[in-house]
């Protein structure tokens, strides 16, 4: 399968902190989706960016295709964006599909 | 209710019975998915399906057998449950447009203790 490796394994931050997170993958993909993982263990979709730059409210995301990488912004971190944050990747060819999901980053944000 | 719902949403059984973790969506979407998700992890793909009466094996698919005899429903059954198997379950959906797919949404979770 594909490898997907998230960077930091683990992020504490004060209210308020800007933050980065990383995702590299090891082959080419066709789809690159960030979830969050709230407290509760519901999963949510942030952004469904293959290729490029997509941002909505405090959040940002970037994928590079060609050097296999995607990036996740937080700014103005809230307690409420803590959790676990997910990268997933998909690679569709004829007889041939492969999905692979990152271990997560999980975000602790302190008041 | 729109979306994707799963049922039960918790389930405790016994090594050795059988166990069908039921998956409902409303978006007609094509693809729908199965994962597992163990306690520190990500998620694990199980089994998916890209239509009715189509599915394949995913990274886990051992012990597991799923149908899709129509679009809105992906049942997944445990025939004879194990301990490993002990696990939150997720199902998920997405629309698609030949290799293109569009984003996936999941469900609830359903959160299975084998004893």
């Known amino acids: 399968g594909i490898q997907v490796e998230q960077s930091p394994p683990d992020l504490i931050l004060q209210e308020g902190a800007n933050s980065t997170l990383r995702c590299n993958f090891s082959d080419s993909v066709n789809n690159l989706q960030w979830f969050h993982q709230n407290p509760w263990g519901q999963l949510i979709n942030l952004f469904y960016?293959?290729?490029g730059t997509k941002q909505n409210g405090r959040l940002s995301a970037t994928t590079v295709a060609t050097e296999r990488y995607s990036l996740l912004y937080i700014s103005s971190s809230q307690t409420t964006d803590s959790g676990v944050y997910f990268c997933a990747v998909e690679r569709v060819r004829s007889n041939d599909y492969k999905l692979s999901f990152g271990a997560g980053t999980t975000v602790t944000v302190r008041a | 209710d729109a979306g994707i719902t799963q049922s039960p949403r918790y389930k405790i059984t016994e090594t050795g019975r059988q166990v069908t973790l039921m998956c409902h969506q409303t978006?007609?979407?094509?693809?729908m998915f199965w994962y597992r998700q163990d306690l520190g992890h990500g998620l694990r793909l199980i089994y998916y399906?890209?239509?009715?009466?189509?599915?394949d094996k995913g990274e886990v698919p051992d012990g597991y057998v799923v149908s899709r005899s129509k679009t809105e429903n992906f049942p997944l059954t445990l025939e004879s449950a194990t301990r490993s198997q002990t696990s939150v379950y997720f199902c998920?959906?997405?629309?698609?447009?030949?290799?293109?797919?569009?984003?996936?949404?999941f469900g609830p979770g359903t959160r299975l203790t084998v004893l």
């Open positions: 399906s890209a239509a009715a009466d189509i599915t």
């Open positions: 978006w007609s979407h094509s693809y």
């Open positions: 960016i293959p290729s």
């Open positions: 998920a959906s997405s629309e698609s447009q030949g290799i293109f797919r569009w984003e996936q949404f």
